[in-house]
Nanobody, 119 residues
Framework: QVQLVESGGGLVQPGGSLRLSCAAS????????MGWYRQAAGKEREWVAS???????MYADSVKGRFTISRDNAKNTVYLHLNSLKPDDTAIYYC?????????????WGQGTQVTVSS
């Protein structure tokens, strides 16, 4: 059984920083793309950033230059470094990964971690 578990959310003041982590566990043969999405209250879930297994990064325009995605393939973990945070970044952040468990290849989601940007 494959699981993704996020951590690192919290309350931060505008202009502050956070680092989110998402670790995959279970029977994992390989992980392809990994990414982060977020969902603010009353809004649809939106894509934030993705990273390929080879390390190519992609960002939504709203976070480009402020957020950085990275991954540690040895640890099956993806990170999201959030800098220069704004109140509009307040949301539940979810990680996503394409994982081959041997039985099937599927997209898995974490349970989400709350990020609140407020003074």
């Amino acid at each position: 059984q494959v699981q993704l578990v996020e951590s690192g959310g919290g309350l931060v003041q505008p202009g502050g920083s956070l680092r989110l982590s998402c670790a995959a566990s279970g029977t994992i043969l390989s992980i392809n793309g990994m990414g982060w999405y977020r969902q603010a209250a009353g809004k649809e879930r939106e894509w934030v950033a993705s990273i390929t297994r080879g390390g190519n990064e992609m960002y939504a325009d709203s976070v480009k230059g402020r957020f950085t995605i990275s991954r540690d393939n040895a640890k099956n973990t993806v990170y999201l470094h959030l800098n220069s945070l704004k109140p509009d970044d307040t949301a539940i952040y979810y990680c996503n990964a394409g994982i081959d468990s041997g039985l099937r290849y599927a997209a898995y989601w974490g349970q989400g971690t709350q990020v609140t940007v407020s003074s």
